[in-house]
T-cell receptor
Framework: KNQVEQSPQSLIILEGKNCTLQ??????????LRWYKQDTGRGPVSLTI?????NTKSNGRYTATLDADTKQSSLHITASQLSDSASYIC??????????????FGAGTRLAVHP | DTGVSQDPRHKITKRGQNVTFRCDPI?????LYWYRQTLGQGPEFLTY????????KSRLLSDRFSAERPKGSFSTLEIQRTEQGDSAMYLC??????????FGPGTRLTVL
């Protein structure tokens, strides 16, 4: 069964600190891996997207890494801000023959940044 | 704001009632997806449209669920004879390219 597992489930950090979120997946065939940020009560917003040939992708203070051999990814947040408080969801895309991507979502890591 | 809108944002209904949600994707996008998200979980795929054709349906989409995209623009998701287990956030996403999926704000359904 295709799965995406994230850790930790929740995390509390102080403003200005860095943190790293982890994602392991078993999805096959693999098309790409994405990280989304989801504020409470809102839809997910894409942060990064990486294909299997990419090892790292940055978006401002967010840096995602991908090891397609071990099927692991991480999202590093630098110099956290209060507005970073949200759920961060790892999403792996499974390629279907119809040419579209079926997204398989992890349960997310709930990050709380405290002043 | 991703440009994808959903209506209503919140819906409270009694068990056994029918409900219908609407999604308006980004106008030039031909791909449209529906997802369901329960508390503390990531979204789960329900169904996918390319233009007006429904190309994929999850086994999560029971007989009580039906989705349409009649003119290849907006889409509706109807749930008949709602059950308490249907309470969730229903998310719509649209995309023009294969790798794109822009999510709407979701419709939160509460079944009493």
């Amino acid at each position: 069964k295709n799965q995406v597992e994230q850790s930790p489930q929740s995390l509390i950090i102080l403003e200005g600190k860095n943190c790293t979120l982890q994602c392991n997946y078993t999805v096959s065939p693999f098309s790409n891996l994405r990280w989304y940020k989801q504020d409470t009560g809102r839809g997910p917003v894409s942060l990064t997207i990486m294909t299997f040939s990419e090892n790292t992708k940055s978006n401002g203070r967010y840096t995602a890494t991908l090891d397609a051999d071990t099927k692991q990814s991480s999202l590093h947040i630098t110099a956290s801000q209060l507005s970073d408080s949200a759920s961060y969801i790892c999403v792996v895309s499974e390629m279907f023959s119809g040419g579209y991507n079926k997204l398989i979502f992890g349960a997310g890591t709930r990050l709380a940044v405290h002043p | 704001d991703t440009g994808v809108s959903q209506d209503p944002r919140h819906k409270i209904t009694k068990r056994g009632q029918n409900v219908t949600f609407r999604c308006d994707p980004i106008s030039e996008h031909n791909r449209l997806y529906w997802y369901r998200q329960t508390l503390g979980q990531g979204p789960e795929f329900l169904t996918y449209f390319q233009n007006e054709a429904q190309l994929e349906k999850s086994r999560l989409l029971s007989d009580r669920f039906s989705a349409e995209r009649p003119k290849g623009s907006f889409s509706t998701l109807e749930i008949q004879r709602t059950e308490q287990g249907d309470s969730a956030m229903y998310l719509c996403a649209s995309g023009g390219l294969v790798n794109e999926q822009f999510f709407g704000p979701g419709t939160r359904l509460t079944v009493l």
